[in-house]
């Protein structure tokens, strides 16, 4: 495991004593907040320092504080004691103590719960702040806080009590913290045995029950076991001589995110959920659908979302800057970024997409008849996403049970949210199209002709799809026959993308 240059991890012995004081000094997530302001505040998110050094001149608990542990400067040791237990914060290693200074030996950052909680992430100094924002670091063994990719992946996951869940690469434990509040037992590995020690500091610091923490790769710790929810947000850059094990796992290109996605179908529980973000090649001599496809287990439902794709040269500006090559001397930077591009052009890769994977081990898939939706949407949506989630897959099963003619006698009604626009030249009699757009979730939108629009309009719940199509037809002055063999195709459509809601037998209205 490369050499680690950093002290041995704290102890977590007092952490409920060390947490007790970080709350009374308002050290959270909204006591940031209003301290710093909001710029201050997001400048942080950036790696930058300067607009909360300036916020924090002052001698308050919290100004001490946030100078320790977020922004890694010394504060007199009488300082210190007036807001934490000194000793116990030095006896356990979360301090260090010298001429008369203290100085933090790890980075403890707020972070708001789902539901309002104060917890605290723990990680190497100088990773939490900016987590997204590079590193410029090349230990081997450096544990990263929390980045836009953690706070992604603890979106998207669905949450419902669940006996078991595995957080895979747990790094600084924020997953496994999320998991720790819907499910009895949460396991959480990684390679790097630092990470699970840190993961230990994250959950004590937060008030959370401890996980079951083991060494090692992938799914090598828990060998034989299987689970209703597994989350990993792995190292998945596609690197040159895979050089740091943080950030591409050892594996060259896509490798490590495809091992893993394929491996977990035999790992999950029936009915359970494996959320992942991850990054895949795209080769000239294969389309980038395809390779997703080949990369979902048997027995798995899966639902695949590329949220954005960057030209190599991007790509490796990008990632070479996380690492602080950037900041090299210009030959070495210059070799460096050769290097990438050499590797690109010899696995025939002209981009790499980014994006969220969701796997569920289904009856349908296992019997042969697999739901796989491949998609891809660089549009702003709505976080926290897994309640769409869940929901994209009961519409999934909904549909394979349906066939045309089961559509037609169907009720549905619209979305909450969906609204509708008319497209078309000013003072036009007819507009060219009608948008439906979605305001929550995925943000949708789709286009629709007018006997879409006018069959979403009148959905309530009341009439069965057959007999509003009947009432169009005869409005427009269509064959029935004919509209009712082709609009099915269409409120499939609606109904898998979220803007149409089957209405269970039990819940129609009359009519």
Known sequence: MGHVSKTSLPAPDHATRLREALLAAAFTADGLLDLLGAPAYAALARSE???????????????????????????????????????????DGWLTESDGEVRASVDVRPYGGPDGQDWFIVSDLGCAVGGAGGIGSHEEGVVLGIGGASTTLAGITVRRPVATALDIGTGSGIQALHASQHATRVTATDLNPRALGFTQLTLALSGAAPADLREGSLYEPVAGETYDLIVSNPPFVISPGARLTYRDGGMAGDGLCRTLVQQTGERLNEGGYAHFLANWQHTEDEEWQDRLRSWVPHGCDAWIVQREVQDVTQYAELWLRDSG?????????????????????????????????????????????????????????????????????????????????????GHFTLAAEVVQEQVGLPGAEDPEHVVLRQNRGMRRATKVDAVGAGFAGVCDGSLPAGRILDAIAQLMNEDPVLLRDRTPRAIRLLVEEGFLEPVPPAGRAAG
Do not use: M, N
């Not at 924090?56 to 977020?70: C, I, K, Q, S, Y």
């Not at 981009?351 to 949407?377: C, H, M, Y």
């Open 325 to 409: 090559d950037h900041r090299t001397e210009p030959a070495e930077y210059a070799a460096r970024y050769d290097a990438w591009l050499d590797e690109f052009e010899a696995s025939g890769t002209k981009g790499v997409g980014f994006g969220w994977i969701t796997l569920r081990k289904s009856v349908a898939a296992a019997a042969g008849d697999p739901s796989i939706v491949i998609e891809e949407w660089p549009h702003a949506v709505e976080q926290p996403l897994g309640p769409a989630i869940e929901a994209h897959f009961a519409r999934q099963d909904y549909l394979r049970e349906q066939d045309d003619a089961a559509l037609l006698t």
């Open 49 to 91: 320092t300067v607009p909360a050094l300036r916020a924090t001149r002052g001698e308050a608990p919290l100004d001490t504080l946030v100078r320790l542990f977020l922004l890694q400067h010394p504060v007199a040791s009488g300082r210190a004691a007036a807001v934490l237990p000194l000793p116990e914060c030095v006896a």
